[in-house]
């Protein structure tokens, strides 16, 4: 059905699908079935490190939900019942960890969101996955407030679901140039606590080199500050998933990004942790 899966290899592809696809993934420390709601390659953000092929600027096209539910329940049933698993996935990762509504752009975009949602939910409950694995959401979080994604995180929430919100930095110049998007940071912080307070959720940050040069101090103490502030207001994230390049950008401005050193990373973790936010991290 797809090649040997590892986790530095995310091709969206692989399993000959329009929607659904398998991963390895650092992050969720297993199996991850992915649901690309973004199969057109276009997002409403342009990021530096994003290793998807021709992104354009845009939404998410309309979603075919008998098609989403036929893949999702065949590729269940592949790894459940099937010998997916062993042909597939390397011996340590053979652990089904979730479904994420993720993809080839920012997933909230598309108009039917809270039906794939229902859909996804439906099919894990036809497997008895709900409550084992949790659906997670993957989100730049810029569609959060429109009502019909608010009525999928609640769907998610019900069901042990939670959002990866996205924040890479904390200031509009850091935020421009990684993110390439017009967004501050005082609207990064409504969306996450527009998300937060409906759903479980964690802020997932990548951190990278640009020209070869770390963050800066105020570009960091930016977002420490920002976390501070999460915590002041009493915002209920659960934790901040930290981590760097492990596959190379498909972007143009790939030339200008690179992996920070480990020794660089796990002082951030430290200064993350100093917040009172637990953290994961993965380089």
Known sequence: MTSVLNAKNHDRDAAGMTYVYPVVSRRAGGVSVGINLNPNNACNWHCAYCQVPNLTRGIAPAIDLTVLHAELTTMLDHIIHGDFMRQSVPEDCQLLCDIAISGN?????????????????????SFELLGVIP????????YIHKTHVQRGLHLMAANKGE????????????????????????????????????CPSWIQTCMLAWHKKEPSEAEINAYLAFLARLKAEKVPVKGVLLYGLARPSLQPEAVYVSALSAEWMEALRDKIEATGFAVKFTL
Do not use: H
């Open 135 to 142: 659906v997670r959401l993957i989100s730049n979080g810029s």
């Open 105 to 125: 752009g920012e997933p909230t975009s598309c108009r039917e969101f809270d039906k794939v949602v229902d859909v996804v939910l439906q099919t894990m409950g």
């Open 163 to 198: 959002v990866w919100v996205k924040v890479d930095a904390a200031t509009d110049e850091a935020i421009a140039r990684i993110n390439g998007v017009e967004a501050s940071a005082e609207l990064l912080f409504k969306q996450v606590k527009c998300v937060a307070e409906v």
